[in-house]
């Protein structure tokens, strides 16, 4: 079956740094993307990574190994409005995307 | 802007009685998709279109429809809606079916009374 493993909470504090790690087992690989999901909204998208290494965003940077089947979002200089969940979700050989079920994290002061 | 609007934001329904939840776009993108995602777990595909095209997960229950009139709209029926249904619904698009990014509506809270 596919598989997307993701941690299910972790707390971080503000200024600081955060590594959100996922792995996946899927039926092919067409991507890695991460959104982020506030409480009640929608998931916004984040990241898009298709080939090996770290994608850097601003304060976000998303990295990729495909042969081990491993992302991490990479969240710096941390901010109270950061506190939501993460997900991390992969497209497979149909293109379907495979989501994970999200890390939560939350920041304190 | 272009974007993706789902109305209504929240809406009520009693056990069994039908109700439909819409969703329109101005990306004039060709792929919708319809999830359901309930409290801390990932979003659960149900349906999407890639144009015209329906294609329908194959765990999603009968009681689930949809339709897409044209490019811009696209409708989740849910027959007779019971306990379990009681979700936030997303509706998302993206350009095409190949690694492009989702663009997700607000989503509509549903609550099944």
């Known amino acids: 079956g596919q598989n997307i493993d993701q941690p299910t909470e972790m707390t971080a504090t503000e200024g600081a740094i955060v590594q959100i790690n996922c792995t996946y087992q899927t039926s092919g690989f067409n991507g890695l993307f991460w959104y982020q999901q506030h409480a009640g909204e929608a998931p916004t998208f984040l990241s898009y990574n298709v080939l090996d290494g770290l994608e850097e965003k601003g304060r976000f940077s998303s990295f990729l190994s495909r042969s081990k089947g491993y992302s991490y979002l990479l969240l710096k200089e941390l901010q109270m409005k950061d506190s939501a969940s993460y997900l991390c979700?992969?497209?497979?050989?149909?293109?379907?995307?495979?989501w994970g079920a999200g890390t939560k994290l939350i920041i304190k002061p | 802007d272009a974007m993706v609007i789902q109305n209504p934001r929240y809406q009520v329904t009693q056990f069994g009685k039908p109700v439909t939840l819409s969703c329109s776009q101005t990306?004039?993108?060709?792929?919708m998709y319809w999830y359901q995602q309930k409290s801390s777990q990932a979003p659960k595909l149900l349906f999407h279109y890639y144009d015209k095209d329906f294609n329908n997960e194959a765990d999603t229950p009968d009681n689930f429809q949809s339709r897409r009139p044209n490019t811009s709209f696209c409708f989740l029926d849910i027959r007779s809606p019971g306990l379990g249904d009681a979700a936030m619904y997303l509706c998302?698009?993206?350009?095409?079916?190949?690694?492009?990014?989702?663009?997700f509506g607000p989503g509509t809270r549903l609550t099944v009374t």
């Open positions: 979700a992969v497209k497979d050989s149909n293109y379907q995307l495979i």
């Open positions: 998302a698009t993206s350009r095409d079916k190949e690694p492009s990014e989702q663009y």
């Open positions: 990306l004039n993108h060709n792929v």
